[in-house]
Every structure is written in structure tokens, then in C-alpha cells.
T-cell receptor, first 112, second 114 residues
Framework: KQEVTQIPAALSVPEGENLVLNCSFT??????LQWFRQDPGKGLTSLLL?????REQTSGRLNASLDKSSGRSTLYIAASQPGDSATYLC???????????FGQGTELSVKP | DGGITQSPKYLFRKEGQNVTLSCEQN?????MYWYRQDPGQGLRLIYY???????QKGDIAEGYSVSREKKESFPLTVTSAQKNPTAFYLC?????????????FGPGTRLTVL
């Protein structure tokens, strides 16, 4: 069964800290992996998309890595800010149809 | 402004009623998707459409129906057959259903059964 897991479910850090969010998937035959941010009661904002042939992607203070062989991706957030507080979701795409399989998310709180 | 709009933001349904959630995009995307989000369960795919006049069931299609008569519109009907419809519904789109394309999401509709 194709499953995506995110640990921890919640994380609280002081402002300025560098942090890593984890995503693991059971089937390594992925097409791509996408990281999203979700604010309470809102839709999803796409942060980074990593294709299966890539090892990492960067956007500003965010860096996402992909290790297919171990079934893992990490989202690194540098110099965290209170505005980074949100739920972060990773989603994996396995086939041409476009279906994404989502993890349950990590709720991040950055304290001033 | 290019993007995905969903309406209404909040929707209340009585037992036995059918309700329709709207999803419109002006991104000229071919593929559109409907997901359901429940607390602690992540997002699950209800239906998706790769092109106008075509759609396929996702993992939890029972009790839902869709249509795709126009490229920019993909409405979702929650029928009375859906026994537990209270959830947050998210619509998404991508340039095509090709595996390399990023999916973009709308702001969501929160449906509550009274």
C-alpha cells in the first residue's frame, strides 16, 4: 500500500531556529513530491516540487531534499519566523493520473 | 488575477439534501481535482478530470458526483447518499494530468451537515 507519513505531527520552535520537517513514503517508485503550506481554515499553497530525477529544490529560506532509495524527503526552513507558523504537508505522485497521496501534516509553531 | 476560486466558503446542509460546490479556474489548466480533508486524515481524492467532458473516480467517490462541461469549471455535488459529508473540500488544478506538473489549490469550502 502506498502511504505517506509525516513526523512529528506538531513542532514548536523559537524564532530564528533552523528546522527540518520529515516526510517518508513506502513506495519509492514516485514521479514527484510536492511540499505545501496550509494556514488554518485556508487552502494549500505550493512551496516546492521535486521531480523523481532531482535531489533537491530551493526557494528562498526553504530547501527540500529527496532520497528515493530510502523513501524520504525533508523540508529545511532556515532562520524561522513567526510567519512560518502553519501546517506543512507533503504529497507524493505515483502515476500519470495526477493523484497525490498526502501525509497528515506537521503543525509548526514558531514562537517570537 | 489568475487562480482558483471556490464558492461558497461555508455551506450548511440539512439531512437528505444535495448541495453543489463550485470550483472555477482561469489558469487555462486541463486537469482539475477534488479532495476532501478531515482532521487527522490528510487529504483524499474524490474525483479528477483530465480534460473537458471526462472525469474519473478517486479513492472516495461514493456519494459524490461531478461534471466537466467547461474547461474552467468543475463543480462537485454532495448527494444525500454521502453519509458523512461534514469536511473541508479543496479543488485543485494542473496544466495537465502529466506526472511532472505541479498542482495548485483553491481556498476551500467548509461543508457542515446540520
Amino acid at each position: 500500500k502506498q502511504e505517506v507519513t509525516q513526523i512529528p505531527a506538531a513542532l514548536s520552535v523559537p524564532e530564528g531556529e533552523n528546522l527540518v520537517l520529515n516526510c517518508s513514503f513506502t513506495d519509492s517508485a514516485i514521479y514527484n513530491l510536492q511540499w505545501f503550506r496550509q494556514d488554518p481554515g485556508k487552502g494549500l499553497t505550493s512551496l516546492l516540487l521535486i521531480q523523481s530525477s532531482q535531489r533537491e529544490q530551493t526557494s528562498g529560506r526553504l530547501n527540500a531534499s529527496l532520497d528515493k532509495s530510502s523513501g524520504r524527503s525533508t523540508l529545511y526552513i532556515a532562520a524561522s519566523q513567526p510567519g512560518d507558523s502553519a501546517t506543512y504537508l507533503c504529497a507524493v505522485r505515483y502515476n500519470q493520473g495526477g493523484k497525490l497521496i498526502f501525509g497528515q501534516g506537521t503543525e509548526l509553531s514558531v514562537k517570537p | 488575477d489568475g487562480g482558483i476560486t471556490q464558492s461558497p466558503k461555508y455551506l450548511f446542509r440539512k439531512e437528505g439534501q444535495n448541495v453543489t460546490l463550485s470550483c472555477e479556474q482561469n489558469l487555462n489548466h486541463d486537469a482539475m481535482y477534488w479532495y476532501r480533508q478531515d482532521p487527522g486524515q490528510g487529504l483524499r481524492l474524490i474525483y479528477y478530470s483530465q480534460i473537458v467532458n471526462d472525469f474519473q473516480k478517486g479513492d472516495i467517490a461514493e456519494g459524490y458526483s461531478v461534471s466537466r462541461e467547461k474547461k474552467e469549471s468543475f463543480p462537485l455535488t454532495v448527494t444525500s447518499a454521502q453519509k458523512n459529508p461534514t469536511a473541508f473540500y479543496l479543488c485543485a488544478s494542473s496544466i495537465s494530468s502529466d506526472s511532472y506538473n505541479e498542482q495548485f489549490f483553491g481556498p476551500g469550502t467548509r461543508l457542515t451537515v446540520l
